[in-house]
């Protein structure tokens, strides 16, 4: 069957950054479409960041405001949606093997419509590869146009046709709409969209478009939703929370401003993700150290110890700078945890590059960190560096290498907590043991404890009593 192609990705468009304005839209979905999911069930996988989870929530409103209803049965469902991350090929690996093995499930069920949104979707290269080697795959839409979902699955519905519809051009901020939230306790609240810093390794301005911020009204009213629903805690989401607000033309209000806005609402905690460290500035700093609510955990993405490395990497801040900004947190806030995200064998990084990498790590106290070795990825700048020098061997070697030393500082960080008694907000059982409950201390560490499930959604005192590498044993004190 021919595509239907309304829209296509295309990466020249998407690496453009010429219209400097936002596009502000409501969503309200047509009543014609509010019943065409009845006594139908759908599928959702979701790949990737809590960006995707935040798009997988509002994918899930979509469908239930169509009347679809929730399944995890694959071999019942009416609809598979497929929410995809381009981060890492690894990431893109996992998807297409997924669909691959749906191609069965298909023959089978030649009603079943299947679906692939997400990060992937504005990629060129997987669109064409979709349309070419996947004919399971029903319709394609990008990360743009989510509140495209009800019209693209009617038309795919009533005419039978294969669609794409993914826009290149910078997207629209669309509010209201509805969104089936993951958790009644915890709850993510994307402030801004988007990212401008075309860091040379990395897809996501290409996947996610131009930094694109939400006003602040439309972002305390959902705030002050959430809180009238009984939420404990927000996280705010961004590609980067600290550029927020940069890009409004006639109003003067950024991150620190809507920190200190949020920080005055009785929302119990207050967390934010990701940062970027050229952003961090002393404003946000003291609107942080000035709050009782946001939460002394900051992730703080370094990537490289080494200056030479780092501007490869476009990352536009030197490892002097991270270190003197990692001195303001920890004085400014005392006992901040801060974590980070790190590339190693990044090309041309030498044996030298990495053990700035290794000092780095023990000079800023981490407490934890996402460690990866580069991906290239289709399209940007890194995907045409060629190093021969760096061999999966040495790629692998100083993975553990560096895997070795920040799981010191994982351990290190939470015996500092043996015998005090913490804050922990209660999500649930344990996956792993069904009769122990586990929550989060204010610096996001995993505390499990025996306790009554009454306990759930309540922010309760513990007593750590064991301390270990990856979490933190205690008894809730009455």
């Given at each position: 069957m021919k595509p239907v192609v309304i829209n296509s990705p295309d990466q020249n468009k998407e690496r453009k950054r010429l219209d400097k304005s936002n596009n502000f839209e409501e969503f309200k979905l047509d009543d014609s479409l509010k019943s065409i999911g009845k006594d139908k069930l759908y599928y959702l996988?979701?790949?990737?960041?809590?960006?995707?989870?935040?798009?997988?929530?509002?994918?899930?409103?979509?469908?239930?405001?169509?009347?679809?209803?929730?399944?995890?049965?694959?071999?019942?469902?009416?609809?598979?949606?497929?929410?995809?991350?381009?981060?890492?090929?690894?990431?893109?690996?996992?998807?297409?093997?997924?669909?691959?093995?749906?191609?069965q499930l298909k023959r089978r069920k030649p009603e079943l419509i299947v679906g692939l949104c997400g990060c992937m979707a504005q990629e060129e290269s997987v669109v064409r590869k979709l349309l070419t080697k996947y004919q399971n795959v029903d319709f394609i839409f990008g990360t743009h146009n989510i509140h495209s979902l009800p019209l693209l699955i009617?038309?795919?519905?009533?005419?039978?046709?294969?669609?794409?519809?993914?826009?290149?051009?910078?997207?629209?901020?669309?509010?209201?709409?509805?969104?089936?939230?993951?958790?009644?306790?915890?709850?993510?609240?994307?402030?801004?969209?988007?990212?401008?810093?075309?860091?040379?390794?990395?897809?996501?301005?290409?996947?996610?478009?131009?930094?694109?911020?939400?006003?602040?009204?439309?972002?305390?009213?959902?705030?002050?939703?959430?809180?009238?629903?009984?939420?404990?805690?927000?996280?705010?989401?961004?590609?980067?929370?600290?550029?927020?607000?940069?890009?409004?033309?006639?109003?003067?209000?950024?991150?620190?401003?809507?920190?200190?806005?949020?920080?005055?609402?009785?929302?119990?905690?207050?967390?934010?993700?990701?940062?970027?460290?050229?952003?961090?500035?002393?404003?946000?700093?003291?609107?942080?150290?000035?709050?009782?609510?946001?939460?002394?955990?900051?992730?703080?993405?370094?990537?490289?110890?080494s200056n030479k490395v780092l501007k490869k990497m476009n990352r536009k801040y030197t490892k002097e700078s991270f270190i003197e900004l990692c001195d303001k947190l920890y004085k400014a806030i005392p006992g901040?945890?801060?974590?980070?995200?790190?590339?190693?064998?990044?090309?041309?990084?030498?044996?030298?590059?990495?053990?700035?990498?290794?000092?780095?790590?023990?000079?800023?106290?981490?407490?934890?960190?996402?460690?990866?070795?580069?991906?290239?990825?289709?399209?940007?700048?890194?995907?045409?560096?060629?190093?021969?020098?760096?061999?999966?061997?040495?790629?692998?070697?100083?993975?553990?290498?560096?895997?070795?030393?920040?799981?010191e500082g994982y351990g290190r960080g939470n015996k500092r907590f043996l015998g005090q008694t913490v804050k922990v907000l209660i999500e649930g059982y344990s996956k792993n043991q069904n009769d122990i409950l586990m929550g989060y201390t204010e610096n996001n560490k995993l505390v499990n404890v025996i306790g009554d499930k009454k306990y759930i959604g309540e922010i309760v005192d513990v007593e750590i009593t064991d301390a270990k590498t990856w979490s933190l044993d205690g008894k809730i004190i009455d």
């Open positions: 996988y979701t790949y990737g960041c809590q960006g995707n989870e935040s798009d997988s929530e509002k994918i899930r409103g979509l469908m239930e405001e169509m009347s679809f209803t929730i399944t995890y049965d694959l071999d019942k469902t009416d609809v598979i949606l497929m929410n995809t991350c381009a981060i890492r090929k690894n990431a893109e690996d996992k998807v297409f093997g997924e669909i691959g093995r749906l191609k009617k038309r795919v519905m009533e005419n039978k046709e294969r669609v794409v519809d993914v826009l290149s051009y910078e997207g629209d901020i669309v509010e209201k709409i509805p969104m089936v939230r993951e958790s009644k306790i915890k709850a993510w609240v994307p402030i801004m969209y988007g990212c401008d810093e075309f860091c040379t390794y990395c897809i996501v301005p290409y996947t996610r478009g131009k930094e694109r911020s939400r006003l602040p009204e439309n972002i305390i009213k959902e705030v002050e939703g959430l809180i009238s629903e009984g939420y404990k805690e927000i996280t705010l989401l961004g590609q980067n929370v600290n550029a927020y607000g940069k890009d409004f033309v006639d109003l003067k209000y950024d991150f620190a401003d809507l920190l200190t806005d949020l920080s005055k609402l009785p929302i119990p905690r207050i967390r934010f993700t990701t940062n970027n460290p050229k952003d961090f500035d002393d404003r946000q700093i003291e609107a942080i150290k000035n709050s009782k609510n946001i939460m002394p955990a900051i992730h703080l993405p370094v990537q490289s110890g901040v945890s801060i974590t980070t995200d790190i590339i190693v064998a990044f090309p041309y990084e030498t044996e030298e590059d990495f053990n700035e990498t290794l000092e780095l790590v023990k000079r800023c106290n981490f407490e934890g960190a996402y460690t990866f070795i580069f991906s290239p990825r289709e399209g940007t700048p890194a995907a045409k560096y060629i190093d021969k020098d760096i061999t999966e061997d040495v790629a692998y070697d100083r993975l553990y290498r560096l895997n070795d030393l920040v799981n």
